[in-house]
């Protein structure tokens, strides 16, 4: 069964890093794309991050110049770095899998970290 | 890149048939064969209902349909069940702006 489990959220002040991880089992990780998604307090989904499995990144420009993702595959984890934060990055962030190497649609979720940007 | 139109409610009863719409450009969805959907329970991960605009994963119930049409792909869930009380969201994929989502729909089973 394939598991992702985000870990790494907190509350942060404005202007701070923080560095989000997810760790997947149950799964051959290098053959996958993974992405971030992330959902402001009683707002829609909003795509961040991906990153292929060749580790071509992409960036939503929201993000652009202050987020960085990437992967580890011998441990099978992806992380977010996230820099300069604002308040409007507060959210929960959701850790994605792709159906398969870049089959643009993801198939399993994690259950989320939640990052406060807040003085 | 704007997000994707979707109507904020739609209701419907037990038994019945709902469509709920995806609007958006030729820039997204009238030019992807990638639109997906997506449900999400309250406190609760999304789960993938709809790839490739008329796809089910293996698991996903045959209620769910999807479809498209130019600028508008579109979910219908039909025999409604209290369980599909959920948002949805509509997701294109997009060569610029990768994955573009919509504003969401909230459905209630009356």
């Known amino acids: 069964e394939v598991q992702l489990v985000e870990s790494g959220g907190g509350l942060i002040q404005p202007g701070g890093s923080l560095r989000l991880s997810c760790a997947a089992s149950?799964?051959?990780?290098?053959?996958?794309?993974m992405s971030w998604v992330r959902q402001a307090p009683g707002k829609g989904l909003e795509w961040v991050s991906s990153i292929s499995v060749s580790g071509i990144i992409y960036h939503a420009d929201s993000v652009k110049g202050r987020f960085t993702i990437s992967r580890d595959n011998p441990k099978s984890t992806v992380f977010l770095q996230m820099s300069s934060l604002r308040a409007d990055d507060t959210a929960v962030y959701y850790c994605a899998k792709d159906r398969g190497t870049w089959t643009r649609s993801l198939d399993h979720w994690g259950q989320g970290t939640l990052v406060i940007v807040s003085s | 890149q704007s997000a994707l139109t979707q109507p904020a409610s739609v209701s419907g009863s037990p038994g019945q048939s709902i469509t709920i719409s995806c609007t958006g450009t030729?820039?997204?969805?009238?030019?992807?064969?990638?639109v997906s959907w997506y449900q999400q329970h309250p406190g609760k991960a999304p789960k993938l209902m709809i790839y490739d605009v008329s796809n089910r994963p293996s698991g996903v119930s045959n209620r769910f349909s999807g479809s498209k049409s130019g600028n508008t792909a579109s979910l219908t869930i039909s025999g409604l069940q209290a369980e599909d009380e959920a948002d949805y969201y509509c997701?294109?994929?997009?060569?610029?702006?990768?994955?573009?989502f919509g504003t969401g729909t909230k459905v209630t089973v009356l």
């Open positions: 030729s820039s997204d969805i009238g030019g992807s064969n990638y």
């Open positions: 149950g799964l051959t990780f290098s053959n996958y794309a």
């Open positions: 997701v294109s994929y997009t060569d610029t702006s990768l994955y573009v």
